[in-house]
């Protein structure tokens, strides 16, 4: 029997960093700040928050920062304050009380839980390139390259932003899948006007040739307008609860194709210089 999603608020994904007094971090409790997760063995770290109207516990994280060309914003529901050893304090799936668990760029993700969590226990926004605008907290698809993954819903699926914006080229795709639970497969997406705003259930694909000495468009393609016998199935496939902590280690089923997050090498994204403090040591090639 799938679980019903839990009842609870949302927080505003904007890396604004601490939002509360205080930080768990094993059992020292750290003052005003938002811990990066570093790699440390044997310590759970993470910023512990409360949603008010509903009393329901998250751990927060943020990594990077957005004005230097990457960050990441997560969310995810809690089990407990205080972690005790061999548990799992969140609604992910993975080891518990070892070090590979804290390995978090492993291949292996029965140790470190990478792709496991309950998505509808879960917020997150990451953004790369673009330009941030600290005053509003708001960001912008500009840069040569940009992209941004936001889910600010627990129960919905997530909207996909990618840009490319050169003097000779330009490319704006979005697939909007916001307002889409994650036991609905059936909804279509709607292919729409690249100058439209998405509403949910939607796709934006428009791409231009520019001419870099004139500035005039020598050819453009827009899918709303322009793409013969389309088949468009973002969005369609389903998230089924696991038996992990909290409905983690889930499956999900695709209504074309799939992606097998259990089969995910995780290594080639790893940084292995020395002084990089966000990776465990033993997880270096």
């Not at 978090?104 to 790369?128: A, F, H, K």
Request: hydrophobic share 30%; net charge negative.
């Amino acid at each position: 029997m799938a679980l019903a999603p839990a009842a609870h608020g949302e927080f505003a994904l904007n890396f604004s960093g601490t939002t509360s007094t205080s930080v768990i971090q094993g059992t020292t409790t750290i003052t005003g700040q938002t811990p990066f997760t570093p790699g440390v063995a044997n310590q759970a770290t993470g910023e512990y928050v409360v949603d008010p109207s509903t009393g329901q516990g998250y751990w927060h994280y943020i990594v990077g920062d957005p004005s230097q060309g990457f960050a990441q914003e997560v969310y995810i529901r809690a089990t407990a304050q205080f972690c005790a050893d061999n548990s799992i304090c969140s609604a992910s799936a993975g080891s518990t009380g070892s070090a590979p668990s804290f390995n978090l760029l492993g291949s292996n993700n029965t140790l470190t839980g990478n792709g496991t969590g309950n998505p509808n226990d879960v917020l997150i926004r990451q953004v790369v390139g673009g330009t941030w605008n600290a005053a509003t907290s708001t960001w912008t698809c500009d840069t040569s390259f940009c992209d941004e993954f936001i889910k600010s819903s627990y129960a919905d699926k997530p909207e996909i932003i990618q840009g490319i914006n050169t003097s000779d080229f330009t490319a704006k795709f979005i697939l909007d899948m916001s307002g889409i639970l994650y036991s609905n497969n059936s909804t279509s997406i709607t292919a729409i006007s690249g100058n439209a705003s998405p509403t949910g259930a939607s796709i934006t694909n428009v791409q231009s040739v520019i001419n870099p000495a004139t500035g005039n468009v020598i050819s453009s393609f827009d899918l709303s307008k322009d793409g013969q016998q389309t088949h468009v199935n973002g969005g369609q496939y389903t998230y089924t609860p696991g038996k992990g902590t909290l409905g983690s280690g889930g499956n999900y089923v695709y209504v074309d194709g799939g992606y097998d997050l259990n089969n995910v090498d995780y290594t080639p994204f790893l940084d292995s210089v020395d002084s990089n403090p966000w990776t465990y040591s033993a997880g270096k090639p």
